[in-house]
């Protein structure tokens, strides 16, 4: 039996051009990641009910493909409208180093297929949420994108204070001993409800969306009418700092040469087209340079929130477009994930 690849190069001239003619531009462009379709026949799991699967070749016969193929697919599922069957998988090798080098972060290894979620421009935590409940290792997640914050947050206060001459004097928020307590315990009820009552109907990233959903209903409902005390504000870009840097613990040459480096690269590219949609905006006389900056910087939206607090900028705009940008992740990605899922592996 030959794979697809196979028998596409061995076809007449015009046979491979009707084929390739023959493909919608969302088919074609898929087409190079559809691992049924280059993988040879040994690669591909038996058919019928087994247990276990032997594949004994030597070296260079895509047994680490192969593998991570067969776990990407009982994760996110074998075709892109598929639901996978697994939520967790054992990764079993001699050592911890050559699962997480080889079967994980290899050439061949899982997150070589499923490189999704590592370049959606959402927060830090939004995206390991996000990515580790779609089947997306978690380590690899979190070091792209603790890279791309670490360098946001460390590079734009240097831009908002030197290029912009804004302030990072204004007070984070009302203390806690100022705001009404049946507020802020509503925030705590709303954060614990929408978090673990987003879990119970399996709502996708239910630690991230559930508290957004629930605070949101309270405060168009006119129950709340704050932002938390300067206190938690405080306290959140403590975590977020420590969540980023614990992020490389443990980190090898390895990661640093394929993750890391792709994580530069990864926030200047985002960079770079935050700085075309701000000169755009300011240009335009949509927004102010403070306000277009943080609105577009490719950080999280916690992160770019506590900036907009302590500059003194336009809160709204900058919150209503990093809001707007992680509703569309959460919303968009997972579709877009399943819809073009063959590509995006």
Known sequence: MKSGAD???????????????GLSEGALCALPFLFEFWAHPHQLPPDGDWRSWVILGGRGAG???????WVRAQVEGAAPRERGRARRVALVGETLDQVREV????????????????S?????????????????????????????????ITVAPI???????AELSNPAGAPARDLPLHEMALMVVAALVGWKGGERIGLFGAAIVGPLIMT????????IHTRPPAEAIIAAQFFIGMGVGVGYSGITLAEIRRI???GVAFVLILAALAALFTEAVVLLGLAGPVDGFL???????????????????????????????????????????????????
């Not at 831009?159 to 001459?165: A, E, I």
């Not at 506590?306 to 477009?321: K, M, N, Q, R």
């Open 63 to 69: 047994k680490t493909r192969a593998g991570a193929e």
């Open 120 to 152: 959606m421009p959402g927060g830090l935590q939004d995206m390991i949420v996000f990515g580790k409940e779609a089947g997306g290792d978690p380590r690899a997640l979190s070091l792209i994108h603790a890279t791309r914050v670490l360098i946001v």
């Open 159 to 165: 831009v908002l204070t030197q290029l912009f001459g």
């Open 7 to 21: 028998w596409l190069v061995s076809a007449p001239a015009q046979v491979q051009t009707d084929f390739l003619d």
């Open 260 to 262: 890391v480096l792709a």
């Open 216 to 223: 949101m209903a309270l405060s168009l409902g006119g129950l």
């Open 295 to 345: 609105a577009f910087a490719p950080g999280g939206q916690a992160e770019m929130t506590v900036l907009a607090i302590v500059t003194g900028a336009d809160l709204g705009y900058v919150v209503v477009h990093h809001l707007t940008r992680l509703v569309l992740v959460i919303t968009c990605a997972p579709l877009a994930a399943r819809l073009i899922g063959i590509a995006a592996r």
């Open 103 to 118: 079967m994980i972060d290899g050439d061949s290894g899982i997150m070589a297929c499923t490189p999704w979620y590592a």
